[in-house]
Structure formats: structure tokens, C-alpha cells
């Protein structure tokens, strides 16, 4: 999926948070290229440039184990 249609679906979601949460560090990657090229200075693009590249930034998360009851 390109960066563009990657920041489409993100904006077509109703939790803008959990849309980005759910992107692979290659989506993450692709969309944050595509914003970077718009340069976004305020209102949404903006915001989920941020939350992308804070995305991009924190370390990658590990996989839960399942508990045992």
C-alpha cells in the first residue's frame, strides 16, 4: 500500500490512535515519507504525522504471552 493510501485509511478511521497503532514499522515508514512530503504544518495531517513518528520512534514491541489460568 502506498504512503498516501496508508494516510487515507488512517484518516477514514474513527480512533485515528488505533488506526496508526495497528501499522506495520513498514506502513509507519511509508505513510511518514508520503506526510513529510506534504509538510504539514497544523490541523490533521499534522497530527497523525506525530503520532506516526512518534510511532516510528518508541522501540519495537514484544510479542505478549499468552496467560495461563
Do not use: W
Amino acid at each position: 500500500m502506498s504512503g498516501e493510501a496508508i494516510y487515507h485509511s488512517i484518516c477514514a478511521a474513527t480512533n485515528l490512535d488505533a488506526a496508526v497503532s495497528r501499522l506495520s514499522r513498514e506502513e509507519l515508514a511509508e505513510a511518514a515519507q508520503y506526510l513529510s512530503g506534504l509538510k504539514p504544518t497544523g490541523g490533521v495531517p499534522a497530527q497523525i504525522f506525530g503520532m506516526v513518528s512518534a510511532r516510528l520512534s518508541a522501540p519495537p514491541r514484544k510479542a505478549r504471552k499468552a496467560k495461563h489460568s
